[in-house]
């Protein structure tokens, strides 16, 4: 597995080690659980799974991607080269978590869902070399690399947000 992946994977399995059913489903009003975050994640990485995995059999010819306009290229260099990735964004209804599965089906999918992106991220790379391999909707045309780098700090950016959610609220004395 690529090594950011790899370290997304570990960052993943060492933040919900022992995540109780409180951990899993604690969220400030009107924000995602801990579970919810998680299978945002899955869906991300199966998602991009998908794109890559479609492109790699239509053909021998790399995939059809315009050109970058200025404002991806900027937003694709502070997220995917410098790994500052912003709050508040609206994530893609495909995307979006349904909350119907448990947490623990939540992190067997997204974890399967990590490792078949990363094939096929290594398919395409193969096959097409460190061209774009697909458009995001947001970031522009982008490289096996620069999907690895932008779902690492994604999902850092998430795993952050589950380890504060997780904390306990202190007793009162």
């Known amino acids: 597995m690529d090594a950011y992946?790899?370290?997304?994977?570990?960052?993943i399995t060492r933040a919900t080690l022992e995540f109780s059913d409180a951990?899993?489903?604690?969220?400030?009003?009107?924000?995602?659980?801990?579970?919810?975050i998680l299978e945002h994640l899955?869906?991300?990485?199966?998602?991009?799974?998908?794109?890559?995995?479609?492109?790699?059999?239509?053909?021998?010819?790399?995939?059809?991607?315009?050109?970058?306009?200025?404002?991806e290229l900027i937003?694709?260099?502070?997220?995917?080269?410098?790994?500052?990735?912003?709050?508040g964004m609206q994530s893609q209804p495909v995307v979006l978590p349904t909350g119907e599965v448990t947490p623990e089906q939540v992190?067997?999918?997204?974890?399967?869902?990590?490792?078949?992106?990363?094939?096929?991220?290594?398919?395409?790379?193969r096959r097409w070399g460190r061209g774009s391999v697909a458009m995001h909707k947001v970031l522009g045309p982008m490289s096996a690399r620069q999907w690895r780098r932008f779902h690492y700090f994604h999902g850092h950016h998430h795993i952050l947000q589950?380890?504060?959610r997780s904390r306990r609220p202190k007793k009162k004395a």
Not at 5 to 11: A, I, K, P, V
Not at 57 to 71: D, E, F, M, N, Q
Not at 109 to 122: F, G, H, K, N, Q
């Open 75 to 87: 937003a694709r260099l502070v997220v995917a080269e410098l790994g500052l990735f912003p709050s």
């Open 5 to 11: 992946l790899d370290r997304l994977r570990s960052e």
């Open 162 to 164: 589950m380890l504060k």
């Open 23 to 36: 951990d899993w489903r604690r969220a400030p009003a009107g924000r995602w659980s801990s579970a919810q």
């Open 42 to 71: 899955g869906r991300t990485y199966g998602t991009t799974a998908k794109m890559v995995e479609l492109a790699v059999s239509a053909s021998g010819a790399p995939p059809p991607v315009r050109p970058a306009t200025l404002k």
């Open 107 to 125: 992190l067997q999918r997204t974890l399967a869902s990590l490792e078949r992106m990363d094939a096929a991220l290594d398919s395409a790379e």
